[in-house]
């Protein structure tokens, strides 16, 4: 297989539980008819992207960060609908694409999802399809936030192997099965009292990983990856404990990173294996662009700030591993490019046609 080369508006969706309802009405109350389920219509998609999609290795799963815009209207969707609709019923439209392979779950770092809404998603999409699912900051962000939101005093779950594995990868399996592809654990930026220990650091994720076991056979293409939001990260000594522990390192595409090129030393340290990448803010917005970038890309249907030097690079580090036979698992958010899905459309085209600028 190797080569040389290198949440809100997410409510329970369970079905209504038909003796509550008799108890609490009365033995002979009639029974409501079932719910209905809304139906989100898929888009027609372009021959082009028919064509482009059959070019494409097997091994590649390309996606948005998340799914639920009504701005994709004509893209990925076709009609009008509400984000509350899309974040529930959306899905199934959205793997009807041919170019969209997988996608991320982002708001399982907000909050640990359960097996029975990890699996509601699963019941979407088809059986190639994959997820790249994000850990609930209570394990990867070493300050707890308060209600607000705001980042307010020390989390004594960082880190916390058993939590780990409890809140988030557990869950993920028993839901997820065969459509992971990779469980990341995204460590939030550090405060400086952390970063002045990193040997400390390391030996927390070492016994983090460690106690995690393997994905596969449930999983059988899934990995452990581990993102960063700091450059105090990259030393061999990073590597060295993600390859002791089949992990991987998440490219982050972020400005708080240096680009893409410079964080390429790091997966040649850990090669051969799958790639895990998320290409998640323009650079042009700064560490701490977020809401900006939402502001001007809104509703998200325009490629306003293309980044073609980012999109050739990361082509060629896809297509290098999916030519070596292992899996590769991009995800791209609205605020990388302006719109995800013409990101990713963008990004098929340039590993598909490597001597074509796009």
Not at 134 to 146: M, Y
Not at 198 to 205: D, F, H, S, V
């Amino acid at each position: 297989m190797a080569g040389p080369q290198q949440n809100a508006l997410f409510p329970s969706d369970d079905p209504l539980d038909a003796a509550a309802i008799a108890d609490a009405r009365g033995a002979a109350a009639p029974m409501p008819p079932p719910r209905r389920i809304a139906q989100v219509a898929p888009a027609p998609f372009r021959a082009e992207h028919q064509a482009l999609a059959l070019r494409l290795s097997p091994h590649i799963h390309l996606g948005s960060s998340s799914w639920s815009y009504p701005g994709w209207d004509g893209l990925v969707w076709e009609g009008e609908y509400s984000e509350r609709s899309l974040s529930r019923h959306g899905l199934s439209a959205y793997a009807r694409h041919p170019l969209l392979r997988g996608v991320g779950i982002d708001r399982s770092f907000y909050r640990p999802l359960t097996a029975t809404e990890y699996a509601a998603h699963a019941a979407q999409v088809p059986e190639d399809f994959r997820f790249v699912v994000k850990c609930p900051a209570l394990v990867t962000d070493a300050l707890a936030r308060d209600d607000d939101g705001r980042r307010a005093s020390a989390n004594p779950h960082f880190l916390d192997p058993d939590l780990a594995w409890d809140a988030f990868v557990q869950p993920a399996l028993e839901g997820l099965g065969a459509r992971i592809g990779a469980l990341v654990f995204e460590i939030s930026p550090l405060p400086p009292v952390l970063k002045a220990d990193m040997p400390g650091l390391l030996q927390r994720l070492d016994r983090l990983l460690h106690a995690q076991p393997p994905l596969p056979p449930t999983a059988p293409e899934g990995v452990l990856a581990v993102e960063v939001r700091d450059p105090d990260w990259f030393m061999p000594e990073f590597a060295r404990v993600l390859k002791a522990n089949g992990a991987r390192y998440c490219l982050g595409l972020h400005p708080r990173l240096p680009p893409i090129d410079a964080q390429l030393p790091l997966l040649r340290a850990l090669w051969p294996g799958a790639l895990v990448g998320r290409w998640t803010l323009h650079r042009r917005h700064g560490p701490r662009g977020y809401e900006r970038a939402e502001q001007l890309y809104q509703p998200y249907r325009q490629m306003r700030d293309p980044d073609p030097d980012t999109r050739q690079a990361l082509a060629r580090v896809i297509r290098a591993t999916a030519a070596a036979g292992w899996p590769v698992h991009v995800t791209i958010s609205n605020k990388a490019e302006g719109s995800a899905p013409l990101s990713v459309f963008a990004l098929a085209e340039a590993v598909a046609d490597p001597t074509k600028a796009v």
